[in-house]
């Protein structure tokens, strides 16, 4: 087994470009067809002519993230199936193009979320944060959902409130843009109308049936992955908790072992997330590498900064560089380590592409203007440190630890 150094790139209007990619170290590119709306069909034509622009550079495209995921396909919801037939023939067109680790994410209505995108970093530079006064202000305050204040709680309410009755009205409308103009690789932009009506649309949508919907979905596509040698990875959610009233079920131990049984094969494989997972203190994340390594089809490698406060459930954090924060990486990678060894023991010559998720904004990042948490320099240094961790782990496996 390999360990595939990747970089993800959003395509030929990224600011950061192929050729960044491939100086930085990486021999593997994350992309998607971020153009073509979820649910519709991925043409062949369309995959093979990004495969070529990015083999033109000396660079592979190893995988998609994301195939995306309709909403009505998470409610089942009319037309849902049509989705779902999309989305097995788009598998069949990726793996006749060579392209076989496919990552996708069930949280529904919004992907990753922060409320601050360039927040000062300890060090120097800036990075991208999750405040969780400053949601809580954008829910009831801005939002206006039914019952926010209730769920929030008296308290924190009271304290979102002073912290919304001082935002300018410049800083209001960067929170709202922060948390509903999209991040990279997420939703598409959304006024509060329209995040109010989709949320009235999962009224009585409980994690159970989620979890439902999700079952229905592996048991239609990862037959026909299995058979197309292809790996559907499940991102864990991020942060790893219910928000806007909004189930979750990706979050925990428990969820990803309840993910895996609904179908054994490797076509239903996670892509491990330490940056998301590592939110919750409660999840122990070199156990979990432990315990589902042999499942793991991708890797995000990446370190948040928990903020606890002993009165709230739901933490705010930032991100923290590679190899500081709350995630052991270097205990992670040595975990790693352990089972790409019993997997190349097993004969297994497939690679396991992993990347340097995110990045702080560092040096001249911030004049490029690169998309919100992915930067250059600062996912250069990621890459470069995740890479000499993986180097001495790997030193420390073969020549007597």
């Given amino acids: 087994m390999v360990l595939e150094q990747t970089w993800r790139w959003f395509g030929p209007e990224d600011r950061v470009t192929l050729r960044d990619a491939r100086e930085a170290g990486a021999t593997g590119i994350v ?8 649910g519709e069909l991925w043409p062949i034509e369309v995959i093979r002519k990004r495969q070529e622009a990015i083999r033109s550079a000396g660079l592979e495209w190893t995988v998609v993230e994301s195939l995306g995921i309709t909403e009505r396909v998470k409610m089942r919801a009319p037309g849902w199936q049509q989705d779902v037939e999309n989305f097995i023939q788009s598998i069949r067109h990726l793996a006749e193009c060579g392209i076989r680790t496919i990552a996708y994410n069930w949280m529904p209505l919004f992907s990753w979320t922060r409320t601050h995108l360039r927040e000062p970093a300890p060090g120097g530079g800036y990075t991208t944060r999750f405040d969780v006064v400053a949601f809580a202000a954008f829910d009831v305050y801005m939002l206006k959902r039914p019952g926010a204040e ?5 308290d924190l309410s009271r304290e979102a409130l002073r912290y919304f009755n001082a935002l300018s009205p410049a800083q209001a409308e960067e929170l709202r843009a922060t948390i509903l103009d999209g991040l990279p690789g997420g939703h598409t932009k959304l006024t509060l109308e329209e995040t109010a009506e989709l949320l009235r649309s999962y009224e009585g949508i409980s994690p159970d049936a989620l979890r439902s919907s999700l079952r229905e979905f592996l048991r239609m596509v990862a037959p026909v992955a299995e058979e197309c040698g292809v790996r559907l990875c499940i991102h864990p959610d991020d942060p790893p908790r219910p928000l806007l009233g909004l189930p979750r079920i990706v979050s925990t131990t428990e969820d990803l072992r309840w993910i895996l049984e609904q179908y054994e094969g490797d ?3 996670l892509t491990f997330c330490t ?26 490698l990446r370190s948040t900064q928990r903020e606890p406060r002993v009165d709230l459930e ?23 380590s352990r089972e790409k060894h019993r997997r190349t023991s ?37 890459l470069a440190e995740l890479r000499g961790a993986f180097m001495m782990a790997e030193r420390w496996m073969t020549e007597g630890k």
């Fill in 314 to 336: 739901i933490e705010s954090f930032f991100e923290a560089a590679h190899l500081e924060g709350d995630a052991d990486l270097i205990g992670i990678i040595i975990e790693l």
């Fill in 346 to 382: 097993l004969g297994d010559k497939r690679s396991l592409p992993y990347r340097a998720d995110h990045g702080q904004e560092l040096l001249n990042d911030r004049e490029r203007g690169a998309a919100p948490g992915y930067p250059a320099v600062g996912r250069l240094r990621g």
């Fill in 267 to 269: 076509a239903n494989s």
């Fill in 275 to 300: 940056g998301a997972l590592g939110v919750r203190a409660d999840n122990k994340l070199q156990e979990m590498v432990a315990e589902f390594a042999p499942r793991i089809g991708f890797l995000h």
């Fill in 31 to 38: 992309n998607a067809l971020h153009e073509i709306p979820a």
């Fill in 150 to 154: 209730a769920e929030w709680g008296e």
